[in-house]
Nanobody
Framework: QVQLAESGGGLVQPGGSLRLPCAAS????????MGWYRQAPGEQRELVAT???????NYSDPVKGRFTISRDNVKNTVYLQMNSLKPEDTAVYYC?????????????????WGRGTQVTVSS
């Protein structure tokens, strides 16, 4: 199994910045797409950004130009740099990864989620 550990959340004023790292661990053969999602109170979980193993990125419209996703394939870590934060960015941010993992009989695909980290943007 793959474990994803997010960190870096907290309280920040509007216009401020935060950087969220998410490290993957476990019996990992390879990781394909990694991504960040968020869920605000009373809302459905929504895509924030994704990145392929080759570095191709995709962003949701609300965060384009303000957020940057990147990854370190050696460390199996994905990052979300969030700038110009707005109150509407307040949410729990979740890390996601599509992996190939080792198990007793060989390898298999696995889709994993972290437990989330709270980001609150408020003055």
């Amino acid at each position: 199994q793959v474990q994803l550990a997010e960190s870096g959340g907290g309280l920040v004023q509007p216009g401020g910045s935060l950087r969220l790292p998410c490290a993957a661990s476990g019996r990992i053969r390879s990781i394909g797409i990694m991504g960040w999602y968020r869920q605000a109170p009373g809302e459905q979980r929504e895509l924030v950004a994704t990145i392929t193993s080759g570095g191709k990125t995709n962003y949701s419209d609300p965060v384009k130009g303000r957020f940057t996703i990147s990854r370190d394939n050696v460390k199996n870590t994905v990052y979300l740099q969030m700038n110009s934060l707005k109150p509407e960015d307040t949410a729990v941010y979740y890390c996601n990864a599509d992996s190939i993992v080792y198990f007793a009989l060989g390898v298999r695909p696995e889709k994993s989620w972290g437990r989330g980290t709270q980001v609150t943007v408020s003055s």
